[in-house]
């Protein structure tokens, strides 16, 4: 059976959540890469959802952050005040997972519009909770599935979730690093924190920094020790197939 | 020492629509993925109300629906989408040709307001909106600066929001007793703070239920009677939305709702039919057959008692 | 897709104050009449901390205790006094002698730096102080300028409140599981909030329970397992507090402290038989006897169980 | 059996609840006198205790506002940031009562200490929620069982909870009115609001307004149609012997 695009994603990102122990996250690849995290490198890790469920054991597989299968039998259920305010904003969240449709090289994200904010080509959905995630978290893991020149942008349209950067130049200290790691069907680009360009690190067997530098939309740099992805291991693609998602639900 | 009277505040939906949502009025219509008051959106749009302002955090199907009906002028949301299931065909088409006022906030800035709303406030301090164009195009979204140093030792600035005071929320519950002692369990969502921060509030409940089940568990009153003018019985009011132990999320409605809505004249009809069409909830319901309830029944997983205490 | 691993934070009373209290430190005790930390206060005692910060709404019979143990050097609370029953003396022969410094707040007051301290923001804005004598003793106490008009349109002031950040605090409750996920039912007071402004937090329960009997009721967690350091199974560790569903309140015990705290000698004998002369709160809860328990034990009054549903 | 001083005073501070919806209220004095306007002039108004019980259903009388027999049976128990943020600064409460060491002309209260803040001769209990239910109260009742110079005074010690003159000095306009009635054993003091001072309204029988003016430490207006307070009627008392507190426990 060949690799998935979402096994080979899912993966990768759950390979960057050892040492996390909370984790804000949405449906789909990202609690793919928790649920694996939670088998291999972080056994301790814990899911938030934005709906306020914590610590969640969902007899099937939830079709949304605020599915019913999640809050039965969950730990905790916490108002919307209390996750927003005491988990989020308070800090006690180490990793957010967060997509976008527009990402620049310091981590700023769009989710907003694409063209002009008062007369748009395309109406996004908006923040959500994206801006607090960015603002509060951590750090922040972006998972892309495709990597093109129109998502990762030299200028976004509309900053919708800044990074540190744009907060520090707003007069406002953030608590967290921003984006410190872009998961895409590539390879990883990856940052430090405030200050620092998101540069490729590593890239997918057979994929080269040519490629990944064509597909971005602004001059991407390039680590000097770039290295080659480990593709997903015969236990990790085991872990996902057989114990995180069996029906195939997000392994699409 | 207990109370005598108690009023009973139950009345049609019919009725509580047209006393409490007038032309132009705010009206916050709350309720996470779970519990959203459709039922409450759609006797708005046969009742015709007109130009309304809506506050609503995720604004989903019912919004879409409300806009459709020509009875809103101005949103004011952190999220405008179909959940995952796609998008909302009217209220894009409307933004994208600046026929909607839209006040775009974070889902956090959206709490905030209603917190503000709730403590009487003149503002509400949150760490979000640091760098982020959405001040920019919302001039309600200002900073303040903190009267104690920052941990720097220097001056600490930080982005506040106003209060949001609707003239009415409405919001869907799994149940009350007959003077609006709410009930609500799962997701509980920004609905306590929605009807505190408003100057009258609707409830809607799938079951209106013996003051003694209440009175058995008073901690799960989310919202008490003396901030609730209207208790509406309505069951099955949230669907496509789920009840908590009721009934399931219709995902397969989300999924119909963005090729419904994407089409200007599918959507007119299907509002004709399902909604100008019905009477009422009740018939809705009975159009949606029997089938498509019971796919979305849903089985049994009980909470365990607890003990509140008797003094011997 | 559910979470594997779970980690099991039950220790001792003795063990858990030993990591987490330690001399000097900021330390948060609350519970609003109902379920009050005595047990763990007592062990604060033995275990001879000193110089504390004590963060408390209604400092009590519990604080009066510490204050007589020489544990603190600093209180800050917003009612000090032995609720209905009298005074608390040892508190009041300290203030009154300037020998125990004293941050006076009102309730909301100190409700507001607990929710400022669990948001993680420099201020919190309320509508009390205007007026009052208390920010004139309290130099916590500042104002800010609203970035909104006035309704009038003219400029609008408000006080704020900074945020307190317990190095520890403690809470009492009925419940918890293994690794921390705590159940509270009747009277849920400030817990919550004193909890996430803490960098650690101690939770005390009357019971150790099966994480399934958590998971019926998912709802009914106030305070959840990541905010959590330390779980201390203790029984009947509120007394002379009460503990909705487990005991009642020792009346009897609360009209007697008036007695004993208003005498030093009676009070320091007191401390010697009943906290430094006890190993432990087992052997606190075994000398005051059976008959005492008897007559604070409670009856039955069981909430109904709600269906949290199951997909079919 | 003659009328005892609780007998007196709530049934004169019950009337005076006629209108009112909700009202937040300690234990003793101020319950007995809710409970017997629920029975009179106000049979749907609400106590809401400080504690965060609504529609409290006790089947024991109370000992605190907190007591175990409050919640059991009733009909909610707030959250106390929800008790305070939205029920009390939110503006709900129609009348709140209130005790104090000390009050002035203006109605303000001190709680806090009797003597200097800073080295005090008598260390009081302070605000608790005094401060909150003055500020954000429709209006404020005081019931003081003695009425007498040092309690009734020029000038306070200090002011733990001011009245809306004060807050008004202070830059901040107040929600509500502050005190409007100070019901004692000698008669009802009232004002209308800010910028009033507290006037004898009316005496219990056999009471001159001299001996109140006497018994009051500033120099007490006296209104000019100035009544005599009707005495407890035999359907009051009759309503607090036997149905609102017929084991006595605060009918002393």
């Known amino acids: 059976m060949s690799i998935t695009s979402s096994e080979l994603l899912a993966s990768v990102a759950s390979r960057e959540l050892a040492g996390a122990s909370t984790v804000f996250a949405g449906i789909g690849l990202p609690t793919l890469a928790v649920s694996l995290a939670q ?3 972080a056994p301790d890790v814990e899911i938030v959802y934005e709906s306020g469920v914590c610590g969640a054991h969902p007899d099937q597989l939830p079709e949304t952050i605020a599915d019913a299968v999640l809050i039965t039998g969950s730990e905790a259920v916490l108002p919307m005040t209390a996750l927003f305010g005491y988990v989020l904003q308070g800090g006690r969240i180490d990793v957010g997972f967060l997509g976008a449709a527009q990402i620049d090289r310091f981590g700023n994200l769009n989710s907003s519009v694409i063209g002009d904010w008062h007369s748009p080509a395309v109406r996004l959905p908006g923040s959500g909770g994206a801006m607090e995630v960015m603002a509060n978290s951590g750090e ?75 597909a971005t939309g602004w001059d991407l740099q390039v680590a000097d020790d770039l290295s080659t992805i480990t593709p997903p291991t015969e236990a990790e693609l085991d872990t996902l197939r057989h114990e995180v998602d069996p029906a195939r639900v997000y392994l699409r | 020492m207990s109370q005598v009277g108690k009023s009973d505040k139950t009345t049609s939906m019919r009725d509580a629509i047209a006393e409490f949502v007038t032309d132009g009025a705010t009206v916050s219509l709350e309720g996470f993925t779970h519990l959203i008051p459709t039922a409450a959106g759609h006797e708005i749009i046969r009742q015709g109300r007109r130009d309304l302002t809506i506050a609503r955090m995720t604004a989903d199907v019912v919004t879409d629906q409300l806009i459709a009906g020509d009875c809103v002028s101005r949103l004011i949301s952190s999220f405008v989408g179909n959940s995952t299931a ?13 026929a909607l006022a839209f006040e775009e906030y974070s889902h956090y800035g959206m709490i905030c307001r209603y917190l503000a709303g709730a403590q009487r406030l003149p503002f509400y301090p949150l760490r979000s909106y640091a760098g982020s164009d959405v001040p920019g195009i919302n001039p309600g979204i200002r900073k303040v600066t903190s009267p104690y140093p920052a941990p720097d030792g220097g001056e600490e600035q930080i982005y506040v929001v106003p209060p949001l005071n609707p003239d009415v929320t409405i919001v869907q519950a799994q149940r009350a007793d007959r003077s609006g002692n709410t009930q609500v369990w799962g997701l509980t969502g920004i609905q306590a703070e929605a009807v505190y921060a408003a100057r009258k509030a609707i409830v809607v409940v799938e079951e209106v239920v013996a003051d003694e089940v209440v009175r058995s568990d008073p901690n799960r009153t989310v919202i ?89």
Chains 1, 4 share one sequence.
């Not at chain 1, 790691?181 to 430090?192: C, H, K, M």
């Not at chain 2, 796609?86 to 600046?98: C, D, F, I």
């Open chain 2, 86 to 98: 796609g998008s909302l065909g009217e209220l894009r088409r409307r933004v994208e040709a600046g």
């Open chain 1, 39 to 41: 088998r291999t490198v």
């Open chain 2, 224 to 312: 008490p009677a003396h901030a609730v003018d209207a208790v509406v019985e309505c069951p099955r009011g949230a669907h496509p939305a789920f009840v908590q132990g009721y009934y399931d999320r219709d995902g397969e409605f989300y999924r119909e709702w963005s090729r419904i809505s994407g089409d200007p004249d599918r959507l007119r009809t299907w509002l004709d039919e399902w909604v100008l069409g019905t009477a009422d909830h009740s018939e809705y319901v009975a159009k949606l057959g029997e089938q498509r309830w019971s796919d979305l029944a849903v089985g049994e997983a009980w909470s365990e008692p607890v003990n509140y205490g008797r003094r011997l």
């Open chain 1, 140 to 214: 922040v893991f972006v998972v892309m599935r495709r990597h093109d020149p129109r998502s990762f942008t030299a200028e976004l349209d509309f900053c919708t979730s800044p990074g540190p950067d744009r907060a520090l130049a707003d007069g406002i200290r953030p608590r967290g690093k921003g984006v410190t790691r872009v998961i895409t069907d590539l390879g990883i680009l990856a940052r430090d924190g405030a200050g620092e360009e998101l540069r490729l690190v590593a890239t997918h067997p057979g994929v080269t920094a040519e490629q990944v530098r064509e």
